[in-house]
Nanobody, 121 residues
Framework: QVTLEESGGGSVQAGGSLRLSCAAS????????MGWYRQAPGKQRELIAG???????VYADSVEGRFAISRDNSKNTTYLQINSLKPEDTAVYYC???????????????WGQGTQVTVSS
């Protein structure tokens, strides 16, 4: 059993900041890539930031320079620092991780439950 638990969402005014956290727990023998996605009302879920186990990062053009992803491998946790928030950043933010359970040689994709970020103008 693997669980990804997100926290840190909320309601902020434009220009504000938030820090999202996502902690993996349970049968997590090995974690590979971790990422943050978001889904706005009426839109598809999109990848906004990803990070490898070695710390290499990738960002969507829409958030480059404003968002920063990081991870603490000792805590099986990834973070998303969100700065200069805009109303169009309003969405449910989801954490995703590739995790290999102890009894497996395969990595599986797991999702968190999502955390709401609402930005008012």
């Amino acid at each position: 059993q693997v669980t990804l638990e997100e926290s840190g969402g909320g309601s902020v005014q434009a220009g504000g900041s938030l820090r999202l956290s996502c902690a993996a727990s349970g049968d997590t023998e090995s974690l590979n890539e971790m990422g943050w996605y978001r889904q706005a009302p009426g839109k598809q879920r999109e990848l906004i930031a990803g990070i490898t186990s070695e710390g290499k990062t990738v960002y969507a053009d829409s958030v480059e320079g404003r968002f920063a992803i990081s991870r603490d491998n000792s805590k099986n946790t990834t973070y998303l620092q969100i700065n200069s928030l805009k109303p169009e950043d309003t969405a449910v933010y989801y954490c995703n991780a590739a995790i290999r359970p102890r009894a497996s040689t395969t990595f599986f994709s797991y999702w968190g439950q999502g955390t709401q970020v609402t930005v008012s103008s």
